[in-house]
């Protein structure tokens, strides 16, 4: 623990010491000052979960820095409108910064509306400089919204006024907005997925499941979403929650608004995959859509059964550590990992919740390190300690398990192939594999 802050302590646990008794790690509050989280900023949790909305402008009130942050970096895919993939941005300068900025953010909005007059939905986004300045981006959204008669939604997202899991709560309330004034009655059977950015096309595989096991997908937030599907969200039954971290707020604002019942659910892994099919018609009602779900599942895990028996051979006892987003993916890959005989032995996540933590601590083995809003530091520490074969992560994990001569699994948006479902267990297993056991690790010296 030598280069651990005392500050952090409290957020790191070693099973050895709890005994998985759910011992309560310190989770789900702001970064420590000068620990140099792994975190993004307030923006960019808003703008992950805005982004894929495919037929929505984004215009980003700040400096052309914050705007670099874009599809370019999340790579949801779209089956129609593509604008999602620009970003707009007011550019603040100087003079900007000291007479204020809201001139131009209100001829942002009439430039896009004269070049763009079919846009439907803008967001805005208030950057860190914009929440220093005090800009009234609220005002402006409203007096652009009824000129253009369009929603123009504020999103009050200073990188510095709260953690990542702030922007992800500004963000789903910028989607409840959209959502409120089009209450309607709820048509039976039917669900929306909501924390499914269609990552490699991942949303298009969970929705061709239920097409299979007969159940409705209204809308995916936000992945694939288009303006006209999430006006006709309110609609459904039952919200499924995949990536918890970013979206239970969502669900729990759509239980309150439309009395909308919602489950958590992972399609990471065999077992994940069928126990949330299972569960999502269970929870419909629909005995037809479980026996269909049933049925599907063990032939695809039938399927699987050779392939997996072939590459635990060569899996078989390697260490893994895992820093990911949310609490849910973390404990579908440590499940997935121990499929193929991959001990975890350094689990972590940005924005885990104390349930999922203790989830985790019932699932890994009696030496796991276990880290909440973990640094590079940290990270380097226990990685080198327990003996880490691979580090799963997203894009700020990978250059430091590259400098430490250990193979990397990309799970985060960056990546070009989807992980989710069973599609995503060949993938992933292929992955992990020729990662692992790649022998340019035998050429690697780390100083
Ligand atoms: S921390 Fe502030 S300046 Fe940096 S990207 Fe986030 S909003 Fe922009």
Same mark, same amino acid.
Request: aromatic residues 8%; hydrophobic residues 40%.
């Given at each position: 623990?030598?280069?651990?802050?005392?500050?952090?302590?409290?957020?790191?646990?070693?099973?050895?010491?709890?005994?998985?008794?759910?011992?309560?790690?310190?989770?789900?509050?702001?970064?420590?000052?000068?620990?140099?989280?792994?975190?993004?900023?307030?923006?960019?949790?808003?703008?992950?979960?805005?982004?894929?909305?495919?037929?929505?402008?984004?215009?980003?009130?700040?400096?052309?820095?914050?705007?670099?942050?874009?599809?370019?970096?999340?790579?949801?895919?779209?089956?129609?409108?593509?604008?999602?993939?620009?970003?707009?941005?007011?550019?603040?300068?100087?003079?900007?910064?000291?007479?204020?900025?809201?001139?131009?953010?209100?001829?942002?909005?009439?430039?896009?509306?004269?070049?763009?007059?079919?846009?439907?939905?803008?967001?805005?986004?208030?950057?860190?400089?914009?929440?220093?300045?005090?800009?009234?981006?609220?005002?402006?959204?409203?007096?652009?919204?009824?000129?253009?008669?369009?929603?123009?939604?504020?999103?009050?997202?200073?990188?510095?006024?709260?953690?990542?899991?702030?922007?992800?709560?500004?963000?789903?309330?910028?989607?409840?907005?959209?959502?409120?004034?089009?209450?309607?009655?709820?048509?039976?059977?039917?669900?929306?997925?909501?924390?499914?950015?269609?990552?490699?096309?991942?949303?298009?595989?969970?929705?061709?499941?239920?097409?299979?096991?007969?159940?409705?997908?209204?809308?995916?937030?936000?992945?694939?979403?288009?303006?006209?599907?999430?006006?006709?969200?309110?609609?459904?039954?039952?919200?499924?929650?995949?990536?918890?971290?970013?979206?239970?707020?969502?669900?729990?604002?759509?239980?309150?608004?439309?009395?909308?019942?919602?489950?958590?659910?992972?399609?990471?892994?065999?077992?994940?995959?069928?126990?949330?099919?299972?569960?999502?018609?269970?929870?419909?009602?629909?005995?037809?859509?479980?026996?269909?779900?049933?049925?599907?599942?063990?032939?695809?895990?039938?399927?699987?059964?050779?392939?997996? &028996?072939?590459?635990?051979?060569?899996? *078989?006892? +390697?260490? =893994?550590? $895992?820093? #990911? /987003? @949310?609490?849910?993916?973390?404990?579908?890959?440590?499940?997935?990992?121990?499929?193929?005989?991959?001990?975890?032995?350094?689990?972590?996540?940005?924005?885990?919740?104390?349930?999922?933590?203790?989830?985790?601590?019932?699932?890994?083995?009696?030496?796991?390190?276990?880290?909440?809003?973990?640094?590079? &530091?940290?990270?380097?520490?226990?990685? *080198?300690? +327990?003996? =880490?074969? $691979?580090? #799963? /992560? @997203?894009?700020?994990?990978?250059?430091?398990?590259?400098?430490?001569?250990?193979?990397?699994?990309?799970?985060?948006?960056?990546?070009?192939?989807?992980?989710?479902?069973?599609?995503?267990?060949?993938?992933?297993?292929?992955?992990?594999?020729?990662?692992?056991?790649?022998?340019?690790?035998?050429?690697?010296?780390?100083?």
């Amino acid at each position: 623990m030598g280069n651990i802050l005392d500050a952090r302590k409290n957020s790191i646990l070693f099973k050895d010491d709890c005994g998985g008794q759910g011992s309560g790690i310190c989770c789900d509050s702001d970064s420590v000052s000068g620990a140099v989280s792994q975190r993004a900023c307030v923006y960019c949790g808003a703008r992950v979960v805005l982004n894929p909305i495919t037929d929505a402008y984004h215009i980003i009130h700040g400096p052309i820095g914050c705007s670099s942050y874009t599809w370019d970096i999340r790579g949801s895919l779209t089956s129609g409108e593509d604008i999602y993939r620009n970003s707009f941005s007011t550019d603040l300068q100087e003079t900007d910064i000291i007479f204020g900025g809201v001139r131009k953010l209100e001829a942002a909005v009439d430039e896009l509306m004269n070049a763009h007059r079919s846009a439907k939905l803008i967001f805005i986004y208030a950057t860190c400089i914009v929440g220093v300045i005090g800009d009234d981006v609220d005002a402006v959204c409203r007096t652009k919204s009824a000129q253009y008669e369009i929603p123009v939604i504020p999103v009050k997202s200073p990188g510095f006024s709260g953690n990542k899991s702030t922007g992800y709560r500004m963000a789903c309330d910028a989607i409840m907005e959209v959502l409120c004034p089009h209450k309607t009655e709820k048509k039976h059977g039917t669900i929306n997925i909501l924390g499914d950015f269609n990552l490699a096309g991942e949303m298009w595989i969970i929705k061709n499941y239920f097409k299979k096991i007969g159940i409705e997908v209204i809308c995916g937030f936000t992945g694939d979403a288009r303006y006209d599907d999430m006006c006709r969200a309110p609609g459904a039954s039952l919200n499924i929650v995949q990536c918890a971290g970013s979206s239970t707020y969502l669900a729990q604002r759509m239980e309150e608004e439309f009395g909308i019942p919602y489950i958590k659910v992972s399609f990471f892994g065999v077992e994940d995959t069928t126990a949330s099919l299972v569960r999502v018609a269970e929870a419909l009602g629909d005995e037809a859509a479980r026996e269909k779900a049933v049925m599907f599942c063990m032939e695809e895990t039938e399927k699987l059964q050779g392939f997996l &028996a072939k590459y635990t051979k060569s899996l *078989k006892g +390697k260490k =893994a550590a $895992i820093y #990911v /987003g @949310g609490g849910f993916k973390a404990i579908s890959l440590i499940r997935q990992f121990a499929v193929v005989g991959i001990q975890t032995v350094l689990v972590g996540t940005q924005t885990g919740k104390k349930e999922e933590y203790e989830v985790i601590e019932s699932l890994v083995d009696q030496d796991t390190v276990i880290l909440d809003d973990a640094n590079p &530091a940290e990270l380097e520490t226990f990685m *080198k300690e +327990k003996g =880490a074969d $691979i580090l #799963v /992560g @997203g894009v700020k994990e990978r250059p430091l398990a590259y400098k430490l001569g250990v193979a990397f699994c990309d799970h985060n948006h960056e990546r070009k192939h989807p992980l989710a479902g069973f599609e995503g267990v060949y993938n992933f297993t292929r992955e992990i594999d020729r990662s692992i056991n790649n022998p340019v690790w035998e050429y690697v010296k780390v100083l």
